[in-house]
C-alpha cells in the first residue's frame, strides 16, 4: 500500500528543487509492500522493514535471478531499513533485494519519474475597477503539469482557491492579485492584476415632505444630491402610488401610514436606506348603529345617538321629512311629525365624511276619525283604548271608555284614543239633535245571548222597518269578520276566536254600536 507524506524539510541535493514526497516500503514476511512505486524525481523512499532484511539495489539481470549482488553505485539500506534520498534516485528503474532472502523472492522495484516546474501562468482575467464588499471571480488558463495554484489578494479582500480560479469579495483597498501554479517540482513565476477598488453612495441625507396628510392626496417628497450616485430607488408605504429614479418623488397617498425610504444608487450598488414616518389621516369610519326608537308617535320627542367614531371630529344628522332637530355631536334631540322616514348620520373631520348609517322609523299614526250617527258618535280605530271628553272645558266624561259614546246633552264632544302606545285626540263634534226622536233601530234591536258560544241571536230584526240595512262584525284588529246587507236575525261567529268583537248595523242614517263576547 502507497502512502504519500509530504516532507517538510529541505532536502540538499542537485536533483531536488522545489516538493518532496517520502514514499514508505514496508515487509511481510519475505515480501516487501508495496513491492512495486513509481516516484518523481526528488522523492524520497523510507524502507520500515523487520530488523532481518535490508534493501540492496541490483541489476536487473541479478534482479532476474533472484541474485543478491549489489549495484555498484546503487542504494543499500541496513538490516531494519533506511532512508534513500533523491541523489541515489536517478529516472529510470531501481531493481533491489533483501540480500538474506533474495534467493527466497524477496525484491521489487522503484521507478523514478523526471519532474518539470509548471510554467508562469498566462493574463489575469477579471473586473480591474471592483466594487467594495461585491464579489468577484479572478481565473487564468490552466499551465500544464501544475497540480495547484496559490493566490494572493490585497489586504481586506477575501477568498481562497487552489484552483486557476477564484471568487473574492473585495475589500476596501486597491492592490495586486497575483497567482502562481505548482506541482511536486515546485512553484511558477508569478501573474500579476493591478485592481481600483471603487465604492457605494452615502446614506442619502433628511427626507423632506409633509409626514402627515390625508389619503388619496399628492406630496412631494425629496433629498440633497448624493455624490456618486446615479440613481435613487424609492420605497413607498402600502398602497401609496408614485416612482422616479431622481432625489426626489411625488406620490399620492393610499389609507396606510408607514415609512418613506429612499437609497443612492451606483454600479457599485446602493447605499443604507434613509427612512421618513409619515402618518396617514382618513375620512372617519362608518358610524355604528344609530341607537334610538324605531316606532315613535307623532308629535314626540326623541333622542338617537351612535358611538363615538374614532377621528371623526363632528356629525351630520338627516331626518324624515317634517320632523324637527338639530345636532353637529354623536346624538340628536328630534320632533316627529306625522312622517315615517329615515335617520341618518355621517362623522366628519378634515380629510373627508365617513359612509351613511340609516335608521329606519315609523310614526305610529293614531286614526281618530269619528263617524257621528245622531247623538252618537263612534271612534273609527279599532283594538285601542278611549276616553270621550267634553271640548267645552276638555275634560273627561266619566265612565265613557268604549269605541262608542251617546251623547244625553248636547255639546261638543271628542275622544282621546291610545293605541300602540300613541295617543290622539279626535276633532270635536257638535251634538244638538237631543229633543229629536231617537231612531226606532237602537232602542228595538236586541242581540242575545251575549256572551255566547259565538252564536248569537238579534230580536226585532224582522220586526223592524229599515232601510240599506249593513250588518258588520270586527274583531280587536279591525278586521271585519262578519258582513250582510239583509235583515236577519242570527250572526254566527262560531268559527272565530274566542274574545271581543264590535257589531255595527246601519239603517243608512243611523247606526247601532254593540260589544260581542265569544267565550
Given at each position: 500500500?502507497?502512502?504519500k507524506?509530504?516532507?517538510?524539510?529541505?532536502?540538499?541535493t542537485?536533483y531536488?528543487?522545489?516538493?518532496?514526497?517520502i514514499?514508505?516500503?514496508?515487509?511481510?514476511?519475505?515480501t516487501?509492500t508495496?513491492?512495486?512505486?513509481?516516484?518523481?524525481v526528488?522523492?524520497?523512499?523510507n524502507?520500515?522493514?523487520?530488523s532481518?532484511?535490508d534493501?540492496?539495489?541490483v541489476?536487473q539481470a541479478?534482479w532476474?535471478?533472484?541474485?543478491?549482488?549489489?549495484?555498484?553505485?546503487?542504494?543499500?539500506?541496513p538490516?531494519?531499513?533506511?532512508?534513500v534520498?533523491?541523489?541515489?534516485?536517478?529516472?529510470?528503474?531501481?531493481?533491489?533485494?533483501c540480500s538474506?532472502?533474495a534467493?527466497?523472492?524477496?525484491?521489487?522495484?522503484?521507478?523514478?519519474q523526471?519532474?518539470?516546474?509548471?510554467s508562469?501562468?498566462?493574463?489575469?482575467s477579471?473586473?480591474?475597477s471592483?466594487?467594495?464588499l461585491s464579489?468577484y471571480?479572478?481565473s487564468v488558463?490552466?499551465?500544464?503539469?501544475a497540480?495547484?495554484?496559490?493566490?494572493t489578494?490585497?489586504?481586506?479582500?477575501?477568498g481562497?482557491?487552489?484552483?486557476?480560479?477564484?471568487?473574492?469579495?473585495?475589500?476596501?483597498?486597491?492592490?495586486?492579485?497575483?497567482?502562481m501554479?505548482?506541482n511536486?517540482?515546485?512553484?511558477?513565476?508569478t501573474?500579476?492584476?493591478?485592481v481600483s477598488v471603487?465604492t457605494?453612495?452615502a446614506?442619502?441625507?433628511?427626507?423632506?415632505?409633509?409626514?402627515s396628510?390625508?389619503?388619496?392626496?399628492?406630496?412631494?417628497?425629496?433629498?440633497v444630491s448624493?455624490?456618486?450616485?446615479?440613481?435613487?430607488t424609492?420605497?413607498?408605504?402600502?398602497?401609496?402610488?408614485g416612482?422616479?429614479?431622481?432625489?426626489?418623488?411625488?406620490?399620492?397617498?393610499?389609507?396606510?401610514?408607514?415609512n418613506?425610504?429612499?437609497?443612492?444608487?451606483?454600479?457599485c450598488?446602493?447605499?443604507?436606506p434613509?427612512?421618513?414616518?409619515v402618518?396617514?389621516?382618513?375620512?372617519?369610519?362608518t358610524?355604528g348603529?344609530?341607537?334610538g326608537?324605531t316606532?315613535?308617535?307623532?308629535n314626540?320627542?326623541?333622542?338617537?345617538?351612535?358611538?363615538?367614531?374614532s377621528?371623526?371630529?363632528?356629525?351630520?344628522?338627516?331626518?324624515?321629512?317634517g320632523w324637527?332637530?338639530t345636532?353637529?355631536?354623536?346624538?340628536?334631540?328630534t320632533?316627529s311629525?306625522?312622517?315615517s322616514?329615515n335617520?341618518?348620520?355621517?362623522?366628519?373631520n378634515?380629510?373627508?365624511?365617513?359612509?351613511?348609517?340609516?335608521?329606519?322609523?315609523?310614526?305610529?299614526?293614531v286614526d281618530?276619525?269619528?263617524?257621528?250617527?245622531?247623538?252618537?258618535l263612534?271612534a273609527?280605530?279599532?283594538?285601542?283604548?278611549?276616553?270621550w271628553?267634553?271640548?267645552?272645558n276638555?275634560s273627561i266624561?266619566?265612565?265613557?271608555?268604549?269605541?262608542?259614546?251617546?251623547?244625553?246633552t248636547?255639546?261638543?264632544?271628542?275622544?282621546?284614543?291610545?293605541?300602540?302606545?300613541?295617543t290622539?285626540?279626535?276633532a270635536?263634534?257638535?251634538?244638538s239633535?237631543?229633543?229629536i226622536n231617537?231612531?226606532?233601530?237602537?232602542s228595538?234591536?236586541?242581540?242575545y245571548p251575549?256572551?255566547s258560544?259565538?252564536?248569537?241571536?238579534?230580536?226585532n230584526?224582522?220586526?223592524?222597518?229599515?232601510?240599506?240595512i249593513?250588518?258588520?262584525?270586527?274583531n280587536?284588529?279591525?278586521?271585519r269578520?262578519?258582513?250582510?246587507?239583509?235583515?236577519i236575525?242570527?250572526?254566527?261567529?262560531?268559527?272565530q276566536?274566542?274574545?271581543?268583537?264590535?257589531?255595527?248595523i246601519?239603517d243608512?242614517?243611523t247606526?247601532?254600536?254593540?260589544?260581542?263576547i265569544?267565550?
Amino acid at each position: 500500500m502507497r502512502i504519500k507524506i509530504i516532507l517538510t524539510i529541505l532536502i540538499l541535493t542537485t536533483y531536488f528543487t522545489g516538493f518532496s514526497t517520502i514514499w514508505t516500503v514496508n515487509s511481510s514476511g519475505t515480501t516487501f509492500t508495496p513491492a512495486t512505486i513509481t516516484i518523481t524525481v526528488g522523492d524520497t523512499v523510507n524502507f520500515s522493514i523487520a530488523s532481518s532484511h535490508d534493501a540492496t539495489e541490483v541489476s536487473q539481470a541479478t534482479w532476474n535471478v533472484n541474485g543478491n549482488t549489489p549495484l555498484s553505485g546503487g542504494f543499500q539500506t541496513p538490516m531494519g531499513g533506511g532512508l534513500v534520498l533523491p541523489a541515489q534516485l536517478t529516472v529510470g528503474i531501481h531493481y533491489y533485494v533483501c540480500s538474506p532472502h533474495a534467493s527466497m523472492g524477496m525484491k521489487g522495484t522503484v521507478t523514478v519519474q523526471a519532474c518539470t516546474v509548471p510554467s508562469t501562468p498566462g493574463t489575469i482575467s477579471g473586473n480591474t475597477s471592483p466594487c467594495s464588499l461585491s464579489s468577484y471571480t479572478y481565473s487564468v488558463a490552466a499551465v500544464s503539469g501544475a497540480t495547484s495554484y496559490t493566490w494572493t489578494l490585497p489586504g481586506s479582500w477575501t477568498g481562497t482557491s487552489t484552483t486557476n480560479s477564484i471568487t473574492t469579495v473585495a475589500g476596501g483597498i486597491n492592490g495586486n492579485i497575483t497567482v502562481m501554479a505548482s506541482n511536486n517540482c515546485g512553484y511558477s513565476g508569478t501573474q500579476t492584476l493591478a485592481v481600483s477598488v471603487n465604492t457605494a453612495p452615502a446614506t442619502p441625507g433628511t427626507i423632506t415632505g409633509n409626514t402627515s396628510l390625508c389619503s388619496l392626496t399628492y406630496d412631494t417628497y425629496s433629498v440633497v444630491s448624493v455624490s456618486g450616485a446615479t440613481s435613487y430607488t424609492w420605497t413607498l408605504p402600502t398602497g401609496w402610488s408614485g416612482t422616479n429614479t431622481t432625489n426626489s418623488i411625488t406620490a399620492l397617498s393610499g389609507t396606510s401610514s408607514g415609512n418613506i425610504t429612499v437609497k443612492a444608487n451606483n454600479t457599485c450598488g446602493s447605499s443604507t436606506p434613509k427612512s421618513i414616518a409619515v402618518t396617514v389621516n382618513t375620512p372617519p369610519a362608518t358610524p355604528g348603529t344609530i341607537n334610538g326608537s324605531t316606532g315613535v308617535c307623532k308629535n314626540t320627542t326623541n333622542t338617537y345617538s351612535v358611538y363615538s367614531v374614532s377621528g371623526a371630529t363632528s356629525y351630520v344628522w338627516s331626518l324624515p321629512t317634517g320632523w324637527s332637530g338639530t345636532s353637529s355631536t354623536n346624538s340628536i334631540t328630534t320632533s316627529s311629525n306625522s312622517t315615517s322616514g329615515n335617520i341618518v348620520v355621517v362623522a366628519n373631520n378634515s380629510c373627508g365624511s365617513s359612509g351613511f348609517q340609516t335608521l329606519a322609523v315609523t310614526v305610529n299614526v293614531v286614526d281618530t276619525s269619528v263617524t257621528q250617527s245622531g247623538s252618537m258618535l263612534f271612534a273609527n280605530a279599532y283594538g285601542a283604548s278611549y276616553q270621550w271628553i267634553n271640548c267645552y272645558n276638555n275634560s273627561i266624561i266619566s265612565g265613557q271608555t268604549s269605541q262608542s259614546f251617546t251623547a244625553s246633552t248636547n255639546g261638543s264632544y271628542a275622544v282621546v284614543i291610545t293605541k300602540n302606545s300613541c295617543t290622539d285626540t279626535s276633532a270635536c263634534y257638535t251634538i244638538s239633535s237631543l229633543g229629536i226622536n231617537e231612531n226606532q233601530l237602537i232602542s228595538d234591536i236586541n242581540i242575545y245571548p251575549n256572551p255566547s258560544n259565538g252564536v248569537f241571536q238579534i230580536n226585532n230584526m224582522n220586526t223592524t222597518v229599515v232601510n240599506n240595512i249593513k250588518i258588520e262584525v270586527y274583531n280587536l284588529q279591525g278586521e271585519r269578520v262578519f258582513y250582510s246587507e239583509k235583515t236577519i236575525s242570527r250572526i254566527d261567529l262560531s268559527n272565530q276566536s274566542n274574545g271581543m268583537y264590535f257589531l255595527k248595523i246601519y239603517d243608512g242614517y243611523t247606526i247601532l254600536t254593540k260589544k260581542l263576547i265569544i267565550q
